[in-house]
């Protein structure tokens, strides 16, 4: 979204624009699509650092029992074959 509003008449306005936080969400929803398990739906937050907001930790979480969930899993036994498939993704142990 930055891109899109910089090149404004205002060099002022386009310094505060690009030092702004005004495209970050801090939660919703996201649908992306996975070459391999297809399209995914999750709702997502994320956690700026107390100590440098510039870090933050993002964290996607699909619909329990959904396709979704099941292809989070997927991905999770191909990543790591010892995964037991139809497992939940809250259960799952990645050491």
């Not at 297809?38 to 959904?66: C, I, K, N, R, Y």
């Amino acid at each position: 979204m930055r891109s899109y509003v910089t090149g404004s008449a205002s060099r002022e306005f386009d310094q505060w624009w690009m030092a702004s936080d005004a495209d970050r969400q801090a939660h919703g929803h996201e649908h992306l699509r996975h070459a391999v398990v297809g399209d995914m739906s999750f709702a997502f937050e994320t956690f700026a650092a107390a100590d440098d907001p510039e870090q933050v930790l993002g964290v996607h979480t699909p619909e329990a029992g959904s396709a979704s969930e099941r292809a989070v899993v997927e991905l999770a036994a191909l990543a790591v074959p010892s995964v037991v498939r139809g497992a939940r993704t809250q259960s799952l142990r990645i050491a």
